[in-house]
């Protein structure tokens, strides 16, 4: 059961482009979200998160988007660099609970 | 600081054999949590270790069992292996149990059933 898809396995922008990747869960009792980056042969990294109490959070280039009605988060990038090319996940757990539940991820390439 | 360190990194093993994983968290860290990927099926939750207990497991079959030290170096033992359980295993450590202190993930191991 994939509670949380992301359902582009892949994207490619432009340089300086803004980058947008999306993800759906299908459990309303998620209320904390995470997106992490993964390059090859590394582990994922923290990149940014948000709480259900938000709708939107910032941290410099990266911006996450919550709609909750929706079941719908996004993550923005702006400017996209070459170096943002990674495989990005999407996650998220309820409440306290390490259980966090993944998207299958979004490869993605910034062309120079 | 050191980060997560996951040994061996690479691991090729036959059917019906067993495995043995290991992971020590980021000094201070005392929440271990195991992840499975495989190609298209993104990260996967196997358990959550804090304080040398089980808090959390996710969905997967007997053959997969963990355990935590009073160190909090945590261990993950996959026995009578099948071809299916060629992925990358991934650890991550936490200060605490739960989503809101942040998660540091190591580099994994792979390994590979033949």
């Known amino acids: 059961d994939q509670q949380v898809k992301q359902n582009s396995p892949s994207l490619s922008v432009q340089e300086g482009r803004i980058s947008i990747l999306n993800c759906d869960y299908t459990?309303?009792?998620?209320?904390?979200f995470l997106w992490y980056k993964k390059y090859p042969a590394e582990g994922p990294t923290f990149l940014i998160s948000?709480?259900?109490?938000?709708d939107k959070n910032e941290d410099g280039r990266f911006t996450v988007f919550l709609n909750k009605s929706a079941k719908h988060l996004s993550l923005h990038i702006v400017p996209s660099q070459p170096g943002d090319s990674a495989v990005y996940f999407c996650?998220?757990?309820?409440?306290?609970?390490?259980?966090?539940?993944f998207g299958a991820g979004t490869r993605l390439t910034v062309k120079p | 600081k050191a980060g997560v360190t996951q040994t061996p990194r690479y691991l090729i093993k036959t059917r019906g054999q067993q495995v043995t994983l290991s992971c020590s968290p980021i000094s201070g860290h005392r929440s271990v949590s195991w992840y499975q990927q495989t190609p298209g099926q993104g990260l996967q939750f196997l358990f959550e270790?804090?304080?040398?207990?089980?808090?959390n497991k996710g969905n997967f079959p007997g053959r997969f069992s963990g355990r935590q030290f009073s160190n909090s170096r945590s261990e993950m033992n996959v026995s009578t292996l099948e071809l299916g359980d060629s992925a990358l295993y991934l650890c991550a450590s936490s200060l605490g149990p739960g989503g809101n202190y942040g998660y540091t993930f190591g580099s994994g191991t792979r390994l590979t059933v033949v």
């Open positions: 948000i709480s259900s109490i938000k």
């Open positions: 459990n309303s009792m998620f209320d904390y």
């Open positions: 270790y804090f304080s040398e207990t089980q808090r």
């Open positions: 996650a998220a757990s309820e409440g306290n609970n390490n259980d966090m539940r």
